[in-house]
């Protein structure tokens, strides 16, 4: 897949992070970006919607990246943000989904 690499990489994706996305090993986005194998046509729709770009770029067959009427929009990350980030990424699989359902219980706390 010509071009998995480098939108995993600008979208700021660990192989580990866009597997767990899509729902596939962190080795199989690696054998994707290596061309060693070819995802399923589901998992190519996931990572094509996950990185906000069409099958056809993604395979090499066109060289527009970005899907029609679709726009990026920036999003700030504060730097707090920025080290709960750093941390999630640290975290197991398991773990995630914990920290998940922890910050969506202090939210819900919050709320009147």
Known sequence: ?????KLRQENGFSCEHLGELVH????????YELGQIQPSQEVLRKLA???NTTTDYLLGISEI?????KKKEPIEITGSQLKLLNEF?????EDK???????LL???ARMP
């Open 1 to 5: 897949m010509k071009n998995l690499r």
């Open 24 to 31: 596939v090993k962190k080795a199989a986005i690696s054998k």
């Open 49 to 51: 919607e996950v990185l």
């Open 65 to 69: 990246s970005e899907r029609p009427g």
């Open 89 to 93: 990424e640290g975290l197991m699989l």
């Open 97 to 103: 989904q914990k920290a998940i359902d922890y910050v």
């Open 106 to 108: 202090l939210k819900k």
